[in-house]
């Protein structure tokens, strides 16, 4: 599963963009990656991993502004196209999963 954090955040008062900061940070903290300035993705590899991840967004949410979760499977994120002006890039490489026998 793949969890990405969409946001639009208030920067307009000292207060506001300290705020909207802590919350990236928390996001990068918890092991998410930054796609664009607003968005961020996670893998996880499982619905109760997913779980845990989201709880821990909603902690850090900011007092005020607009945040969106998405979680999507993983073969849904293997049709992503990602392009760097025309030029079209590689997929992003899926994370290892360990596996306990």
């Known amino acids: ?12 008062t000292k207060k506001e963009r300290k705020s909207a900061a802590l ?3 928390a996001l ?9 300035f607003s ?3 996670r893998h996880c590899p499982s619905k109760e991993n997913m779980s845990v991840h989201i709880m ?12 969106s979760i998405l979680s999507i499977t993983d073969k ?7 392009f760097w002006g ?3 890039q590689a997929k992003p490489q899926m994370p290892q999963q360990l596996e306990f026998f």
Do not use: C
């Open 1 to 12: 599963m793949w969890l990405f954090v969409f946001f639009d955040l208030p920067t307009n």
């Open 23 to 25: 919350f990236r940070k």
């Open 28 to 36: 990068v903290k918890d092991g998410f990656t930054m796609m664009q």
């Open 39 to 41: 968005v961020y993705a």
């Open 56 to 67: 821990r967004v909603r902690r850090a949410l900011p007092a005020s502004g607009h945040i």
């Open 76 to 82: 849904q994120y293997g049709d992503i196209r990602n």
């Open 86 to 88: 025309k030029i079209e």
